[in-house]
């Protein structure tokens, strides 16, 4: 069973960039396939990008395709988020998320194991 740990969130100006980082342990990283998700407040949890388990296949959301870039480094056991041109709409928690699925899914269901979160706030 894996463990799942964010960090880098934190208190950004709109226009900004902010890189969120997800350590595993406990599990084989590589039979991965890892996911991000957020939920802004007041809002369901929604899909922000996934990356297949040797990183030649991603998955973004429209709403952030062109700002945000997911990659894994399977040495360090790690998943990254890096987020450019934030806009205050961004703000939430950002989640991540592991399943041993095949594919490159963009459904919770999809997943099994999940990060506690990390706070990101966009001032405007």
């Known amino acids: 069973q894996v463990q799942l740990v964010e960090s880098g969130g934190g208190l950004v100006q709109a226009g900004g960039s902010l890189r969120l980082s997800c350590a595993a342990s406990?599990?084989?990283?590589?039979?991965?396939?890892m996911g991000w998700f957020r939920q802004a407040t007041g809002k369901e949890r929604e899909f922000v990008a996934a990356i297949s388990r040797n990183g030649g296949r991603s998955v973004d959301a429209d709403s952030v395709k062109g700002r945000f870039t997911i990659s894994r480094d399977n040495a360090k056991n790690t998943v990254y988020l890096q987020m450019n041109s934030l806009k205050p709409e961004d703000t939430a928690v950002y989640y991540c998320?592991?399943?041993?699925?095949?594919?490159?899914?963009?459904?919770?269901?999809?997943?099994?194991?999940w990060g506690q979160g990390t706070q990101v706030t966009v001032s405007s």
């Open positions: 998320a592991a399943d041993d699925t095949i594919g490159v899914p963009t459904t919770q269901r999809a997943y099994d194991y």
């Open positions: 406990g599990g084989t990283f590589r039979s991965y396939v």
